[in-house]
C-alpha cells in the first residue's frame, strides 16, 4: 500500500509581526492575535514566488530522506491557486529545478486551498498502480489580499513536499485512509479572476461555506468505527477558524466533549506553525500536519489524525492518516522560523511592490540579490528567468 515516505517544508525569508500591521492599519493588534488567532505574516520578497517555494520544499524533502532515489520519481504534481502562467504549470520548473528525470508525469492540480489534498488523493492511487516507484507531490501557494483588506492579516505563503511510495517497511510517515468523506458545491465565497491581482473573497460567507462543508463531508464520510481519531486537523486559513471548525464538529457528531479541553489536546499541537506562517492556500493543511509532527514527533507513532481539506468554490474532504515509523525525522521548523528577518509595515509594502514590479515583461536585469537556492530573476521576452538550476540533494 502507498503512503507518505518523506516531507519537506519552506517558508518566506521575511516575516511580518502583526502588531506592527495592527499598527499600521490603526486596528486593535488583539483583533488579529486573539480575534483571528495569528501572530505573524510570512512575507515574499523579490527572488520568492510560488516555483521557488515549491523547488525549495522539494529540495529540503530530497536532503531530508537521501534514502529516496529521485531518479524514480515517475509523477510530479503541484498543488496550487498561485500559480504564475494559464498555460505553463508551476510543476515544470520544479521538475527542471531539481534535475528530475524526464520519464515523470509533470502537471498541476487547482481547486484553490484543496488543489494539494487532491494531489495527494492521486499521488497515493498512482504510486500503488506504480509499485517501485515514487510521486511527488508539493502544495506552493502565496496568500494575497488587497492592502487594507480584512483579509490582508491572513495573508502568508509557504510549501510543503510529500514523497509517496509502496511501503512495508514501516518507514512511513503516514498512511492515508482508504476511506474518505467528500462534499463538492458550486459556491461564489473566495475566488481569483484572471485579469485581477488579488483574491475577491466574501469572508463572513466563506466561513460559513467551509462549516456546511465540514459537515458533509463528515456526514459522507459516516460514522468513524472504533476510536475518534487521536488529533485534528482543519485547513487553516487562520487559527480562530479552526477552533470554529472544532466546534462544529464536535456538534454536528453530537459529542459532549469539553470542547476547550478537546480543543487543547487534538487540536492545539497542530496551530503554531500556522500562527507563525499564515495562509499558504493549499500548504496550510500540510503546515498544521507538519506542526504536530514536530511537536510531538516519535509519540505519534501508530496514532490516527482526522485531516479536514476545505477548497473555496467549492470542495472538501475529511479522512484519517496514521502515523508510521517516519514520524521521527526532525522537519526543522522551528529554527527555520525563527531564522527569518523580522520587517516592519513600511518594508512589507515596498516588498510586494516590488515582487509586482517583477512581474511585468522586462524585468529581468539579471540583479536580483539571491535570497536562496532557488531565485526567481524576473521576465525577459515573456519568459520566467530563474537560477539554481538542476541542483541535486548532497
Ligand atoms: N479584540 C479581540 N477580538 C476582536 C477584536 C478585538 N479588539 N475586534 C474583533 N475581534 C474578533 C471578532 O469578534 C471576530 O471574532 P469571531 O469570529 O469569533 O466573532 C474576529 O475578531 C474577526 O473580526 P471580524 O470583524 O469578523 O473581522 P473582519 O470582518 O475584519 O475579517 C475575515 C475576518 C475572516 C472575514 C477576513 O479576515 C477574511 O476575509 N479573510 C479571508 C477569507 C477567509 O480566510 N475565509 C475562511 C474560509 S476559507
Known sequence: MAAVLAMGISVPRHVLPLHELARARNVDPAKYRLGLGCKEMAVVAPGEDTVTLAAEATLSLLQNAPEYEPSKIGLLVVGTESGVDRAKPVAIWVHNLLGLSASCEVFDVKHACFGGTAALRMASLWADANPGRLALVVASDIARYPLNSPGEPTQGAGAVALLL????????????????????????DFWQPAYLKEAVVRGHYSISCYIESLKRSLEDYGEEPGNDPDFLVFHCPFPKMVKKAHAAMLEFLGKSYDVSEDFRRRVEPTLWVNERVGNAYTASVFLSLCGLIEALG????????????YGSGSCAEY????????VKTSLDIKRRLDSREVINATQYERMRAECEALEQNGSYKGNVTNLGRFTFMGIQEHRRVYCGNNLRPE
Open 165 to 188: 511510495g509502496s511501503c512495508g517497511r514501516g518507514e512511513e510517515v503516514f498512511t492515508l485512509s482508504k476511506r474518505v468523506g467528500m462534499y463538492a458545491a458550486q459556491v461564489d
Open 319 to 326: 479522512a484519517v492518516y496514521t502515523f508510521g515509523n517516519g
Open 298 to 309: 516519535g509519540s505519534l507513532i501508530g496514532r490516527t489524525v482526522g485531516v479536514f481539506s
